[in-house]
C-alpha cells in the first residue's frame, strides 16, 4: 500500500507560483504513474497532469497547459507540480494519486490518495 502526502500548498496572488509536492512512503514509486487532481468547492474533482512511471510521458489538462509543470523524483519518491502564473480559478484543494504504469485521467483509475493541500490564488 502506498501513503501520500501532498504539501506546499498556500496563498499566493494573481500571476503568482507555488510548487506542490507529493511525497510517498510504503512502497516505491518507481512503477506508478502520478496524477494531479484538484477540487474547488461544489465543484467536481478533476485532472489537472500527471506523469508516467518512467517520467518520459506527461499529461495536461487544457485549462493548465503551458502553466503547469509535473515532474518526478523516483529516488526521493516524489512528485512535483510546477503552478506558474496562477489564476483565482486555480484556487482548489490539490490531491496526488497514483496508479501502475501508465497516466490516466479518470479519476476512478486512480488507486491511492493523498490528502490534499489547499492552493488559493487571490486577485
Known amino acids: 500500500q502506498v501513503q501520500l502526502v501532498e504539501s506546499g500548498g498556500g496563498l499566493v496572488q494573481l500571476g503568482g507560483s507555488l510548487r506542490l509536492s507529493c511525497a510517498a512512503s510504503?512502497?516505491?514509486?518507481?512503477?506508478?504513474?502520478v496524477g494531479w487532481f484538484r477540487q474547488a468547492p461544489g465543484k467536481e474533482r478533476e485532472f489537472v497532469a500527471a506523469?508516467?512511471?518512467?517520467?518520459?510521458?506527461?499529461d495536461y489538462a487544457d485549462s493548465v497547459k503551458g502553466r503547469f509543470s509535473i515532474s518526478r523524483d523516483n529516488a526521493k519518491n516524489t512528485v512535483n507540480l510546477q503552478m506558474n502564473t496562477l489564476k483565482p480559478e486555480d484556487t482548489a484543494v490539490y490531491y496526488c494519486?497514483?496508479?501502475?504504469?501508465?497516466?490516466?485521467?479518470?479519476?476512478?483509475?486512480?488507486?491511492?490518495w493523498g490528502q490534499g493541500t489547499q492552493v488559493t490564488v487571490s486577485s
Open positions: 494519486a497514483t496508479r501502475p504504469w501508465r497516466t490516466a485521467r479518470t479519476r476512478a483509475d486512480y488507486d491511492y
Open positions: 510504503g512502497r516505491s514509486l518507481s512503477t506508478y504513474a
Open positions: 506523469i508516467r512511471w518512467s517520467g518520459d510521458s506527461t
